[in-house]
């Protein structure tokens, strides 16, 4: 016994000793931990994000370098509070406390004592920096815009968000990401992919050389350039056009899908969303929630369409063969339901397709209208045929486009009418407000301009898309190089462009003639209401313009909506015919509507609904 | 095969056990310690080139201990122990302090530290002591000499303080037992360490009902032909929960902080997780690091010279006391578990050996060699990888420092030296 006790508790401490060790080595060990080792810290190299130009090769978004200016706590020196606080522009108070923050963080690591400074006040403070000890300036790169529309559309972006962290394991804290528009979308393009420098750290942080000789570090892999569809003067000019009002203007070349402008009235210069004064100039755009800058209407604001949806339903008519384009309806300043009238501003008398888009006559659309559900045995089958068609044409539907947001718009089948009105309890008749554009059917103004674009091309569209090209390949998606047919056949649409080159040339929209170029249209004025104090309340009527040109070979279709324009034809009809001018020839003849455009606000009908005191609507002065 | 000298005379396979240690050890005192690659090896500026030089001094001690007269320690025993008692009573006056603690001499080129020489001493003194022919271990006063003599080093070097050298001394009992103290001393003392933990984690109240339980459990079982004396028993019982009492009372007020924090660590007494965090910050710091680095290295290791924390010092106190961690973190679990086994096997052979000699003061000695040794590695290596608490002893062979290497080698190889001369002598 006495002989064998050392050696039994020798045995037993090795097993002992090497029970714990599997544990440790065997057990707990996960073959990652390099991840997570203090002992390695990643370093990276970012590349330079890519730059964007618009369709013409002009530069919209390049990159410019900021200055922060670093702090190690530790290594600061007894230094002249007075000074560096005036080299800086930031007062003592708020510098003692920036300190204070930077040493809880570490004393050893550097933190950004002021952010992204200036040129100016990196050139001035650079020569006097070496007096400051522990303070060091530390370049990055931040967007710069050599444009000042086309905010919403481009995007911003920002520091990562712990959203972005959860959902992306790319993404490190601090690190910068496309947060809307262009910039999200293409996040990955423009982004390129950052290098990764291993560093060998001590206990304190500090570096000792690199990892395994930095056989595992990688090389930044630059952002890609990228080309977007629109035209920068175009937008930019669109976007003068649209101050003072709300609404969204899209304008598409139909032969390719690519959109031209894409304008959202209130915007905001881009500019703004860079620097310093980013956090500032952003809260404010978020909390305006009466104009709503940041809020994308060209793309993401659904409204009634009005009467530019009666073109579809003249299509749809043909195609089904319940008219023809001598078909003729009688107008009484109005048509009835029933025994209720519903008025019409076409100045009455006996109309046909061509005068009835001419003068947008609502008797002749809602006798079009019935033809078609009357075609049928059922509401329900005429239903289905007609939802069918105009669904064809990209409405009621999300389009598809590689904008990151967007709105689908409605356009109501019969389930949705069952579940209003209860199921056969709803005819052509009740729903007949559909017929003029209004009642349920809702758009979105590229959904409308992508409507038009179809019209343009007599029968198809391509999905709108802003990418042009990225990189040096041309290529694109192929889903938007592929046509999508509408249900109707081409030979119907002849006499709907002809009835809308007439309402250019002879009827609602005749005011807005453009010397030397044919366009084709549809005004749109749609009556329109809000809540106020839980009464509805009329407003002043939306107003709408849809247009291709020129009519013989569509280079554009555009929709413009602007929201209490009043009469079609008085802003959106002339704010299209000005940016078809500019796009087709490059400059404005009519210099007095550009300056009246130009200037006009709506900001007085925007009061209205705000002022608390009763008001009156479509007033005909301007 | 050997011819009769000395070198076929001594044991071949404990020297190869012991060179291996040392070579190992060196290797990773060089890869925690290196710098700069492109000095030499035998720079002395370098801790590992200083090693390499200590490890010269070692062989020198080698041969040293080889060629004097191998009754010269048995009869020079009483005096180089009174020696090393003076020594460590110098401390006091002409002391050197490094890292809070007055245990070395100030020799100029090196530091000597007579806590490791009085390892020696001691198992030789006591030894010597016990293999008196007039020396009878069954005799109550005889046994208090003993105790004495292993006490007293452990009574001067514990104020210094150096706790963990102190605690090394009392490994000497396992020479008393091997030589017929009583082993229920042994039993007692582990019930006592029991008692100790237990009371710790759960309280006197459940120790008490524990202790309750089981003598239920013993009445309740016993044949009825055992007769167990029921006051005795009751007595004894009654004492255990005294001393369970008293580890409250002694913990709470006779203990500082400091350790009660590392017995909080090692006992997971601490429930509070936010002191606990506090705990492991401060006192398990190196603990904690140690146990992650060796955890790192996985079952192949990281590679020699690419132990990425062993780099990065984060284990502190790395090359001396944490040697063994980078081990762990650069050669994996292949090279923990060589180790261990080469100990394991070195320590048995040496028992082997022990059990072998004809005269009572070299198994003695040997005895006392085997478990000096023993208990360091067994601190060492539990300390290390978390099993034990924070108490700073080297680990024999490995751990980076002169004074260490030095006099274990010289304890190790008085041993061997009298081993090769078991067949001579018949005393």
């Known amino acids: ?622 | 095969m050997f011819g009769r000298g000395l070198f076929g005379r001594i044991d071949w396979l404990t020297v190869i056990l012991y060179a291996l240690l040392v070579l190992i050890g060196w290797v990773n005192i060089y890869s925690t310690t290196l710098s700069d690659p492109n000095l030499s090896i035998f720079d002395f500026s370098t801790l590992y080139g200083k090693q390499l030089f200590f490890m010269g001094l070692a062989g020198a001690s080698i041969v040293f201990v080889l060629f004097i007269e191998t009754n010269f320690f048995e009869r020079f025993a009483s005096i180089f122990y009174i020696v090393s008692l003076v020594l460590l009573l110098g401390l006091f006056v002409f002391g050197k302090t490094i890292a809070g603690a007055t245990s070395w001499y100030d020799l100029g080129f090196f530091n000597l530290q007579p806590s490791e020489l009085a390892k020696v001493t001691t198992a030789l003194a006591l030894a010597k002591y016990l293999s008196d022919i007039q020396t009878d271990i069954k005799n109550r006063r005889h046994q208090l000499y003993a105790l004495v003599i292993i006490l007293l080093p452990a009574l001067l070097i514990l104020p210094q303080p150096d706790p963990g050298s102190s605690l090394i001394y009392f490994s000497l009992f396992f020479v008393l037992f091997r030589e017929g103290f009583p082993l229920y001393y042994l039993g007692i003392l582990l019930v006592m360490v029991l008692l100790f933990a237990t009371t710790l984690m759960y309280g006197t109240v459940w120790v008490s009902i524990g202790l309750m339980m089981l003598t239920i459990l013993i009445y309740g079982f016993k044949k009825k032909s055992t007769k167990i004396p029921i006051l005795p028993f009751m007595a004894v019982m009654g004492v255990a929960v005294l001393f369970s009492f008293s580890v409250r009372f002694v913990f709470d007020n006779v203990f500082e902080q400091r350790h009660r924090d590392r017995f909080a660590l090692w006992l997971s007494l601490e429930k509070d997780e936010k002191k606990l965090e506090e705990i492991r910050k401060t006192i398990g710091y190196n603990t904690y690091q140690s146990e992650k680095a060796i955890e790192s290295g996985g079952f192949f290791g990281k590679g020699f010279l690419e132990g990425t924390r062993t780099k990065g010092d984060f284990v502190p106190e790395q090359h001396t006391d944490y040697i063994f961690s980078s081990v762990g973190e650069e050669w994996g679990f292949l090279g923990t578990a060589t180790v261990i086994l080469l100990f394991s096997f070195f320590f048995l052979r040496l028992i082997y050996i022990a059990e072998r000699q004809k005269s009572d003061f070299s198994r003695m000695y040997g005895y006392g060699v085997i478990s000096i040794l023993l208990i360091h590695y067994f601190i060492n290596i539990g300390m290390v990888i978390g099993l034990l608490p924070t108490i700073g002893v080297p680990l024999p062979f490995f751990s980076y420092g002169g004074s260490g290497l030095i006099f274990f080698t010289m304890l190790l190889f008085i041993f061997l030296k009298l081993d090769s001369n078991r067949l001579k002598d018949g005393i």
């Open chain 1, 1 to 622: 016994m006495k002989k064998l006790l050392l050696s039994s508790i020798i045995v037993l401490i090795g097993f002992t000793f090497i029970g714990r060790l599997s544990y440790l080595q065997l057990f707990r060990f996960s073959p990652d931990q390099i991840l997570d080792d203090p002992a390695i810290k990643k370093i990276y190299d970012y590349p330079e994000r890519g730059y964007i130009y618009d369709r013409n090769g002009e530069l919209m978004v390049g990159n410019q370098a900021a200055y922060d200016v670093m702090v190690i706590p530790r290594e600061v020196k007894p230094l002249d509070t007075l000074e560096f606080c005036q080299l800086l522009g930031i007062d003592k108070a708020n510098f003692i406390q920036k300190m204070k923050k930077a040493r809880t963080y570490s004393p050893r690591l550097p933190s950004v004592l002021v952010p992204q400074l200036s040129k100016e006040d990196y050139a001035r403070l650079q020569e006097k920096m070496r007096h400051f000890e522990g303070f060091y300036i530390q370049k990055r790169s931040l967007r710069f815009y050599t444009t000042t529309g086309a905010a919403n559309v481009l995007g911003y972006i920002s520091e990562v968000n712990e959203w972005d962290l959860d959902r992306n394991p790319y993404y490190v804290a601090g690190e910068l990401k496309g947060q809307t528009g262009v910039e999200k979308q293409y996040e990955d393009v423009l982004r390129g992919t950052r290098g990764v420098k291993y560093i060998q750290k001590d206990r304190f942080n500090r570096d000792i050389g690199p990892y395994k000789d930095g056989k595992l570090d990688t090389l930044p892999e630059q952002g890609k350039e990228l080309r977007i569809t629109l035209d920068k003067n175009l937008q930019e000019y669109g976007e003068r056009l649209m101050h003072g009002k709300r609404g969204g203007i899209v304008a598409i070349e139909p032969k390719s899908g690519e959109i031209l402008a894409m304008i959202s009235g209130p915007t905001y210069d881009p500019s703004l969303l860079v620097g310093r004064p980013r956090s500032r100039n952003y809260s404010k755009l978020h909390y305006d929630s009466i104009s709503k800058p940041l809020f994308d209407r060209s793309i993401s604001f659904e409204k009634e369409p009005g009467s530019p949806f009666k073109t579809l339903n003249a299509l749809v008519a043909l195609q089904e063969g319940v008219i023809d384009e001598k078909t003729k309806f009688r107008c009484y300043n109005g048509f009835y339901v029933g025994n209720q009238k519903k008025g019409c501003h076409c100045g009455g008398g006996v109309r046909n397709m061509i005068s009835g888009i001419q003068e947008s006559c609502n008797a002749y659309f809602a006798g079009t209208f019935r033809k078609i559900y009357d075609k049928f045995p059922t509401t329900d089958e005429g239903m289905d045929v007609w939802e069918k068609h105009i669904k064809s044409f990209g409405l009621g539907n999300y389009l598809g486009t590689d904008m990151p947001t967007g709105r689908p718009g409605r356009i109501p089948g019969k389930a949705f009418y069952d579940r209003w009105y209860g199921d056969g309890r709803w005819a052509s008749s009740t729903i007949i407000s559909n017929s003029i554009g209004q009642g349920e059917v809702a758009a979105t103004p590229l959904q409308l301009a992508n409507m038009t674009a179809a019209i343009a091309n007599r029968g198809y569209y391509y999905t709108p898309h802003i990418l042009k090209s990225a990189g040096n390949s041309g290529a694109i998606d192929p889903k938007y190089t592929e046509p999508h047919y509408t249900t109707i056949d081409r030979k119907h649409f002849e006499p709907v462009i002809e009835g809308m080159y007439n309402v250019y040339k002879y009827g609602t929209a005749k005011w807005i003639r453009v010397p030397g170029i044919n366009i084709a249209g549809k005004t749109g004025t749609v009556e329109n209401f809000t809540r106020i104090d839980g009464q509805k309340v009329q407003l002043t009527d939306n107003s709408v313009f849809v247009a291709f040109a020129p009519v013989e070979n569509p280079k554009i279709a555009l929709a413009v909506y602007i929201e209490n324009g009043y009469y079609g034809a008085r802003y959106a009809g002339h704010i299209a015919s000005l940016l078809i001018e500019k796009y087709l020839k490059g400059e404005i003849t009519r210099k007095d509507l550009e300056q009246r455009m130009l200037e006009k606000t709506l900001e007085h009908e925007y009061a209205k609904p705000l002022s608390g005191e009763p008001f009156k609507i479509n007033e005909y002065v301007w």
